[in-house]
């Protein structure tokens, strides 16, 4: 082949850590102007790859070429020397700060000893317009969005000079609509010379918006291939090692008798104000209701009150009648409610109790686990060694903290500790965000197994492919109402979408009164 | 081999005696894997931390002209110099034992309760009192009674910072600061008062000789020390075995997922705050009772309970650690006496030597750049 110099180009890495071949001789090239995803599971080796990018690491072994020399990067401050710069998945930005500030924090303009806020501003305004990427200046990051934040990250990265940005599972935490500008920007960059890297595992994405794909598997490349002609399906198979089902729900649902019954109920958000209005709705047996939804349109509310964490400020929720409106998280878990809750890190496990003490979340207060005051430690490492083999959690042992393991064993042992409750009613917020292919899959088979076992499902999630893949009946939040009610058949990503942003959908006649 | 005689009854000498013989080789091996089980996780940073305290405060002695290996063997002299200066450390480090847990009780709990100073003097104090008042029962009553009283009057000064932490958020540093002046002019204001004042001393009468504990030859060390054991033991069962220790914990590590899991938050936190205060008020009493013998006049801190602090902090808030911290500042507090006395180095350089423990302890992110490259420069040598 007869190319150009590559930008970037990573021979032979192999990075090792205590008992994990983290990397294993990988190759990666990078060209000017090109969109190249890295594609892999989680804990398959994308983020030591790109940290020894950005040397945050050194590898054991291997080299990396820089417009064909080998270079060392022995810091992050070399590799923004060197252009390369990165977007982290958890943003890097000072809250109280302007954008401008952050933008050139470390790298300040001065006049004297003093910081020039005139000098800043103007410099990021000549930034965001060299690039397109509108931002204001002045507004201070606790203010603006989460998107705006990103596109902060990325002025901060251009600022500084970069000719490579590393774009860290950037959509993870954007909505639909926030996730097509980013694929915009990336795509004025790379027409600016540019390159970027995607990491990702979001295969439609890396479909959509990339030129090229690096999978890694197990800390080995398997492929760097164009992404044009690719399918998903094709790409979720090297990604797993095996063919994958992407959709799972096949059989029509058997609804039978009405499990939770909410109706009028209305709630506030932590700062106070309404953030869900007269709510009314249903959950039967053997069925998957989903509520769609942009983030942040009181989805987030219904879960807390259906679960005990957040007080209703009217209406009642019923559990096969009995009314656990306003209980706490207890006696709604003892009413027979499971709740897989959308942020694993903060409610769903004890990051740093071992996963034996995080199985026993729910039921360490009553036989057999504890006897009289005590927990009976054997029962606690039989009782988790039982669900960690049964849900196929990979750990070295139940004595692991759960902060070791990678997301989707953590979310394994929460799905696996909820499931066991025996519940009537499982609901699972956001059960797959931030997991692989795996992963999803595996969490997925459950919630239709359960399903089929006749429990009621109520899922909660923001990915459109998710809800149609699972649900049986579909609620669409907007501004804390149901926008609309679309059964299986007539759900599509368009009528779904139009009903999110505030849109009248075409199934007019569920529509919330 | 003698396994083959184990139902025999006539075996049994020689099981002993096979026992006794594998015992040190046993004892060696279990060392080694307790060892070997927390050299990584809690061993490592503490004794490096020690091994610098102990290196800068030689440096410090170097700089003012004097030898610092003088020092260090002032230091083993005035542990091992005689049984009476080895007793004297166990007997230094009770109270400090005391006060680490009840700090480390709180940490597991997410709380800093800077307040084991004041439950402490409140259990010097409240011990005293009884031991005063109540000199009319008959022993079998009043040593509990004294012990009970300064328990409980610990445990109050715990429960009100705990108490205002559980119900109105206020943060526990604050109030359990105000605590503890609130107990130092509160014995200072009592133990001056004609009730309870012995004439001619800045103190109280001396409590009733039913209600001492006894000491080992005249030395600080005391019966208090079984108090001390069980307490070390109760703290590690109730934090690690119990379904409240669980509590407990899971509200120290992350309190949303412990009111997910249906845990009330605030009244473990109220809780964990009284057992603290009491573990600390127990210690408090067990001083009056077994080493001061009165209430004395307090021209500020003892600085029992805020050594207790750092004692935690050395042992990693974990109670066996607590154990070999407070032998490690009951070994400071010894020697800082001797040192002066045996080589003319100012005591100040011990309180030097602890301040560095505690700041390579704190900073144990630096320690642990210092491990990773010692052995890079050994290979490079």
């Known amino acids: 082949m007869d190319q150009p110099l590559p930008f970037v180009e990573m021979r032979g890495i192999s990075k090792y850590f205590p008992g994990v071949v983290a990397n294993d001789n990988v190759d990666l090239t990078i060209h000017r102007g090109e969109i190249h995803a890295l594609l892999g599971e989680n804990g398959a080796g994308k983020s030591t790859l790109m940290n020894i990018l950005y040397g945050l690491y050194q590898p054991d072994a291997g080299e990396i070429l820089l417009n064909g020399k080998p270079v060392q990067i022995d810091g992050p401050n070399t590799a923004i020397n060197y252009g390369i710069g990165m977007v982290h998945q958890h943003f890097m930005l000072v809250e109280p700060f302007t954008v401008a500030e952050n933008i050139v924090l470390g790298c300040e303009p001065r006049r004297g000893v003093w910081f020039s806020r005139r000098q800043a501003i103007a410099q990021v305004e000549a930034i965001s317009k060299q690039y397109n990427l509108q931002v204001d200046p002045r507004a201070r990051i606790a203010d603006i969005s989460v998107g705006m934040q990103q596109r902060v990250e990325i002025l901060k990265a251009l600022y500084r000079g970069a000719d490579l940005l590393i774009l860290d599972e950037p959509t993870a935490v954007l909505t639909p609509q926030e996730a097509d500008e980013l694929m915009q920007i990336m795509r004025q960059l790379t027409d600016a010379g540019k390159s970027v890297i995607f990491i990702s595992h979001k295969l439609k994405e890396v479909l959509r918006s990339c030129d090229k794909v690096t999978i890694i598997r197990r800390g080995r490349k398997v492929v760097t291939m164009p992404t044009a002609g690719a399918s998903m399906q094709e790409l979720a198979s090297l990604m797993v090692g095996r063919s994958v089902q992407l959709t799972v729900n096949s059989n029509p649902s058997q609804p039978g008798q009405s499990v939770l019954q909410v109706e009028n109920l209305s709630a506030n958000d932590a700062r106070g104000l309404p953030a869900l209005r007269n709510v009314s709705f249903d959950v039967r047996e053997g069925e998957i209701v989903a509520i769609a939804g942009v983030e942040g349109n009181g989805q987030t509310e219904l879960v807390d009150c259906l679960a005990g964490m957040r007080p209703a400020t009217s209406g009642t929720i019923r559990l096969r009648g009995q009314t656990i409106t306003n209980q706490n998280p207890r006696a709604v878990v003892e009413a027979g409610v499971a709740h897989i809750p959308q942020d694993r890190h903060k409610h769903g496990l004890v990051l740093d109790f071992t996963v034996a003490e995080n199985a026993i979340l729910r039921n360490y207060y009553q036989p057999p686990v504890a006897s009289g005051i005590f927990v009976k430690q054997d029962e606690m490492v039989d009782y988790a060694t039982k669900l960690v083999e049964k849900y196929d959690v990979r750990t070295p042992s139940v004595q692991t903290l759960a902060r070791s393991l990678s997301g989707g064993n953590q979310q394994k042992i929460v799905v696996a500790r909820e499931i066991e409750q025996q519940p009537d009613l499982l609901i699972a917020a956001q059960p797959t965000r931030g997991l692989d292919v795996g992963a999803i899959e595996f969490i997925h088979k459950q919630l239709i197994e359960q399903r089929n076992a006749g429990k009621a499902v109520l899922l909660v999630s923001l990915e459109l492919d998710e809800i149609l893949a699972l649900a049986d009946r579909i609620l669409v939040f907007y501004e804390g109402r149901i926008a609309g009610e679309l059964s299986r058949d007539e759900a599509t990503e368009e009528n779904i979408g139009l009903l999110m942003v505030g849109g009248t959908g075409k199934g007019g006649d569920g529509v919330a009164s | ?381």
Not at chain 2, 78 to 100: E, K, N
Not at chain 2, 228 to 254: D, M, P, Q, S
Not at chain 2, 281 to 303: E, N, P, S
Not at chain 2, 314 to 336: C, F, M, Q, T, W
């Open chain 2, 1 to 381: 081999m003698p396994a083959k005689q184990s139902s025999n009854p006539a075996g049994w000498p020689q099981r002993i005696s096979t026992f006794i013989k594998h015992l040190p080789r046993r004892t060696i091996t279990y060392i080694k894997q307790v060892w070997q089980a927390n050299w990584e996780t809690n061993l490592k940073v503490p004794l490096t931390a020690i091994a610098f305290g102990l290196l800068v405060g030689g440096l410090f002695v170097l700089s003012i002209g004097k030898n610092p290996l003088a020092v260090y063997l002032a230091i083993l002299e005035s542990v091992f110099g005689s049984p009476r200066s080895f007793l004297d450390v166990i007997g230094q480090a009770t109270p400090l034992v005391f006060t680490g847990l009840s700090v480390a009780f709180a940490f597991r709990t997410g709380m800093f309760n800077i307040g084991a100073e004041g439950q402490y003097m409140m259990g010097l104090l409240a011990a005293g009192i009884v031991g005063i008042k109540l000199h009319f029962l008959p022993r079998i009553l009043l040593l509990p009674a004294c012990l009970l009283a300064g328990t409980l009057a610990g445990g109050l000064w715990g429960a009100i910072p705990g108490w205002l932490k559980a119900k109105r958020g206020v943060h526990e540093v604050i109030n359990t600061i105000m605590m503890n002046y609130i107990a130092l002019y509160l014995t200072n204001t009592l133990i001056m008062s004609a009730w309870l004042k012995a004439p001619g001393y800045q103190a109280t009468y001396e409590v009733d000789p039913k209600a001492l504990i006894g000491r080992f030859m005249g030395t600080t060390a005391n019966w208090g020390i079984l108090i001390a054991a069980a307490a070390v033991a109760v703290t590690y069962y109730l934090l690690w075995r119990t379904k409240f220790g669980y509590e407990i914990r899971a509200t120290g590590h992350n309190p949303d997922a412990a009111k997910y899991a249906g845990i009330n938050v605030p009244r473990r936190l109220l809780s964990a705050l009284v057992i603290s205060g009491m573990l600390a008020g127990l210690g408090g009493a067990i001083q009056t009772l077994g080493v001061k013998r009165r209430v004395f006049q307090l021209f500020g801190f003892t600085g029992v309970g805020l050594d207790g602090v750092a004692v935690a902090l050395i042992g990693r808030n974990h109670p066996v650690g607590v154990v070999l911290a407070a032998l490690l500042y009951g070994v400071l507090y010894r020697s800082s006496a001797m040192i002066q006395l045996s080589t003319g180095v100012p005591r100040q350089v011990i309180g030097i030597m602890q301040a560095c423990i505690i700041f390579f302890v704190a900073a144990d992110e630096i320690i642990k750049l210092i491990m990773k490259h010692l052995p890079q420069r050994g290979k490079a040598a």
